[in-house]
């Protein structure tokens, strides 16, 4: 079954970690399934594989309701480790077939190996899609390049109010080609929270700070947002968000403290 991407998900870095926390952290991420944030983003290597077993207990039950991500190592993104590593994160979530199977970061595989698995993987029913992660422009063109690299399906980068870079030249051409870009950290790992110009904004429109860091990305149509939070309260606020539309004269105010990029400006990673 195919399912549509939600512009609104959630991530998990930093769950999985403590097994204290485990009870709270599926609690927020079936909160947020329930509120309709059905896409979930996570990796082998949040807790080493602990994470992805957080989000298998969230979505027990579920499963055909949630657009499920997972990312592997680049060390594991040759034809041999590459398998085994997605049977590894397929055992952890509980789930027969991962909707969207991302490489984390660019390594030392070559590119045509990757792809080739990842195109077994979608034959062999493991995976729906598959796509990338912190790649650059020049990363891209070389993906493309490759036997298969055009059924890349997404992009996921650091993206936020603070981190704009990527609307210089990486935005407009995965836009172009139909590539999805998911925005992570798009609180900018929390900071934008405490932002004093955001802080400003949300206090005038009488929404928390949050509301206005990610109703900012959700504006723009295609970008999948994917907030990490862990307790009830912010989940509630996330959601929210979906709802909080900021006008003209809130964009440029915005613009004013965040400015767009005039130049091209190496890709950021966290
Ligand atoms: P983030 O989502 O920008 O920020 C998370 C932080 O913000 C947490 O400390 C969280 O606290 C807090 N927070 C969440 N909602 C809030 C709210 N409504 N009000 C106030 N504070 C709030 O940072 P992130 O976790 O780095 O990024 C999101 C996801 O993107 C990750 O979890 C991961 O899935 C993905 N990611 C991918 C890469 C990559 O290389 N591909 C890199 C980084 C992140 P609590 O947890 O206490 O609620």
């Not at 172009?176 to 955001?198: C, F, N, Q, W």
């Not at 970008?223 to 009830?232: F, G, H, R």
Request: charged letters at 25%; aromatic letters at 6%.
């Amino acid at each position: 079954m195919s399912r549509a991407w939600p512009g609104l998900g959630m991530g998990t870095w930093h769950m999985g970690e403590r097994a204290a926390a485990r009870s709270a952290e599926v609690a927020a991420l079936r909160l947020g399934l329930e509120l309709g944030m059905n896409l979930v983003d996570t990796a082998e290597m949040y807790g080493e594989g602990g994470a992805e077993s957080v989000v298998g207990e969230a979505i027990a039950g579920r499963r055909d309701e949630v657009v499920v991500v997972s990312k592997f190592y680049p060390h594991h993104a040759d034809r041999r480790k590459l398998l085994a590593a997605c049977d590894a994160s397929l055992r952890q979530l509980r789930i027969e077939t991962l909707d969207l199977y991302l490489l984390h970061w660019r390594g030392p595989v070559p590119l045509a190996e990757t792809v080739a698995t990842l195109e077994e993987l979608v034959a062999r029913g493991k995976i729906r899609r598959w796509g990338v992660s912190n790649f650059d422009v020049a990363d891209m063109e070389e993906l493309v390049a490759v036997p298969g690299g055009e059924n890349v399906a997404a992009n996921q980068v650091l993206y936020n109010l603070a981190r704009r870079g990527i609307e210089f030249d990486l935005l407009p051409w995965c836009e172009k080609r139909g590539i999805r870009v998911m925005a992570y950290s798009p609180l900018d790992e929390g900071r934008l929270t405490r932002h004093p110009a955001v802080a400003d904004v949300a206090a005038r429109m009488h929404v928390p700070p949050a509301q206005v860091a990610l109703a900012w990305l959700l504006h723009r149509p295609g970008l999948i947002v994917i907030p990490k939070a862990s307790s009830l309260a912010h989940v509630r606020d996330n959601r929210s968000a979906a709802d909080v539309v900021l006008d003209a004269e809130t964009l440029a105010l915005l613009d004013r403290t965040f400015p767009p990029p005039h130049r091209k400006r190496p890709l950021e990673m966290v």
